[in-house]
């Protein structure tokens, strides 16, 4: 079955704009959480949308926001960039509760410049 | 606050040896441990969980122990092979689907 596909792989912004990454979890799994992964800081977690509530936030400013649709897909979106948010971003997958493991996308590479 | 220690940022080993990972935490009773792979500029990938019940875990060539006294999960890697070479994470589960990852470990198996 497709795995965790995560849209664009690569992106280049300018500080102060926005953006949006997609997230398409595997088929059946309800449960999208996001990450944050920079080379200072290590993984990192975001938040977590299940049934399209979100369910699960970390300690990142309310710049970063994300959304889950019907279909399970979800969108994270980061508003007003900083050089700071340049990272890999990633997106986990799961039928709901963990207990099975997650299912990583390779991520979106932000750049912002 | 939680803390994720995994033992070494790398760990160099020679082909054939078996790798031994170690990860300690602390404040924290995690009711099961997970342990991953990343490769360069990849998502990680699921390897094992294991539960706080439980002492040790195998699959394939790796194995994981986990004491809930000591705060400490054990990851092996026997006959290593270069094709291993990889960073490894352990990661706890901190909240409802959220898991809060230790540092990695990079693993470099020398042919």
């Known amino acids: 079955k497709a795995g965790v596909t995560q849209t664009p792989r690569y992106l280049i912004k300018t500080r102060g704009q926005q953006v949006t990454l997609s997230c398409s979890p595997i088929?059946?799994?309800?449960?999208v959480s996001w990450y944050q992964q920079t080379p200072g800081q290590g993984l990192q977690f975001l938040f977590e949308y299940f049934s399209e509530t979100q369910r699960n936030k970390g300690n990142f400013p309310g710049r970063f926001s994300g959304r889950q649709f019907s279909n399970s897909r979800s969108e994270m979106n980061v508003s007003t960039l900083e050089l700071g948010d340049s990272a890999l971003y990633l997106c986990?997958?799961?039928?709901?509760?963990?207990?099975?493991?997650?299912?990583f996308g390779s991520g979106t590479r932000l750049t912002v410049v | 606050s939680q803390k994720i220690e995994q033992n070494s940022e790398a760990l160099n080993i020679q082909e054939g040896k078996t790798a031994t990972l170690t990860c300690n935490y602390t404040n924290y009773s995690p009711a099961y441990l997970q342990w991953y792979r990343q490769d360069p500029g990849r998502g990680p990938v699921f390897l094992l969980l294991i539960r706080e019940n439980e002492k040790e875990k195998r699959k394939e060539r790796l194995k994981v122990t986990f004491d809930t006294t000591l705060k400490q999960s054990l990851f092996h890697i026997t006959a290593s092979q270069p094709a291993d070479s990889a960073t490894y994470l352990c990661?706890?589960?901190?909240?409802?689907?959220?898991?809060?990852f230790g540092t990695g470990t990079r693993l470099t198996v020398i042919p």
């Open positions: 986990a997958s799961s039928p709901g509760q963990g207990v099975y493991g997650y299912t």
């Open positions: 088929s059946g799994h309800r449960s």
């Open positions: 990661a706890l589960e901190a909240g409802a689907n959220n898991l809060f």
